[in-house]
């Protein structure tokens, strides 16, 4: 069994070998220069010293980082994205790839086959094989997503910028409504309950807070998943009045969400959900307004 560093350097050994066989570029010295480095990275991944508590030498992530930079800087038809499925063993879990926020259906349906393809390779852990001959199919497959998934991205944002639909929401998102609708109707038995449900179906995470005797959804903005840290970064308060706790059968005003930073200071509220709703149809609507909120502000609020 190798260790985790072993394993970065027999995947930057076998990419090594996959742009040898399958990179593009009217120079071909490009190619020999890239598939050059990712050797010598692999070469001293297991070898050169760990310090200062690295989890892979200074050396081999050099020599990654010129790597990386050579391939941003020219097409091969293989992303640098690629790098990040390469260090996971050692720097941690595989990157993500984010939902491109497309307003065209066609355009999503293209995001969501590529998403579908991408996890299909991740489930079947093809990736942590012992057989070099499936890590090296693994990283093939990732290499034609990823670079396919790029390739989509620049024409989403040609397309999301058109005027005809510059503004509008996520065609992923209002997929999701149904679903949405489904969960809330389900959950209970407060209304806060429902709302939960229905960002769940979003796959935000939400939990229910209470301060000073006025309860709200509680919602990070970096969507983690630990109600803790939520608290101690930019987040989202959503409650209806000055409540998220009621039988649903007593929510008479529409969820509001309102925007604090990490200490608790209020920032600017976001929107009011439509009144005059269903229940399960209004937490439906407020789980769309935040989803759509967070994919475009986000990233505009890390966690200090």
């Not at 020999?32 to 692999?42: E, I, P």
């Not at 970096?222 to 109600?227: G, P, R, Y």
């Not at 925007?259 to 269903?278: H, I, K, M, R, S």
Request: proline share 6%; charged share 20%.
């Amino acid at each position: 069994m190798i260790n985790n560093t072993e394993n970065v350097g027999r995947r930057l050994a076998l990419l090594a070998g996959i742009v040898q066989d399958r990179a593009h570029h009217p120079q071909p010295h490009l190619i020999d220069r890239l598939a050059g480095l990712l050797k010598s990275a692999a070469a001293t991944a297991a070898v050169a010293p760990l310090e200062d508590g690295r989890r892979v030498p200074a050396i081999t992530l050099d020599t990654i980082q010129e790597a990386s930079d050579l391939m941003e800087a020219h097409d091969f038809h293989i992303p640098a994205s690629i790098l990040g499925y390469v260090l996971a063993p050692a720097l941690g879990d595989v990157p993500p790839m984010k939902a491109l926020n497309a307003v065209s259906e066609q355009l999503a349906r293209q995001d969501f086959e590529l998403q579908k393809r991408r996890n299909t390779v991740l489930h079947g852990d093809r990736l942590n094989s012992d057989d070099d001959e499936t890590v090296a199919w693994a990283l093939r497959a990732l290499v034609t997503i990823l670079y396919k998934h790029e390739r989509l991205a620049a024409a989403v944002a040609v397309d999301n910028d058109r005027p005809c639909n510059r503004g509008l929401t996520p065609f992923h998102l209002i997929a999701l409504q149904q679903q949405a609708k489904k969960a809330a109707a389900k959950a209970g038995p407060t209304d806060g309950a429902k709302l939960i449900a229905a960002l769940g179906a979003y796959y935000i995470p939400a939990f229910l807070a209470e301060d000073s005797g006025v309860s709200y959804v509680l919602v990070g903005v970096d969507q983690t998943a630990d109600e803790s840290e939520a608290h101690t970064g930019p987040k989202v308060f959503l409650h209806s009045g000055e409540n998220a706790n009621r039988a649903p059968a007593d929510h008479d005003q529409p969820w509001t969400a309102a925007l604090y930073d990490g200490g608790g200071e209020y920032v600017t509220e976001l929107f009011t959900a439509q009144a005059g709703l269903p229940i399960e149809a209004e937490c439906a609507h407020a789980a769309l307004c935040l989803a759509a909120w967070l994919a475009d502000h986000a990233d505009r609020y890390p966690r200090v």
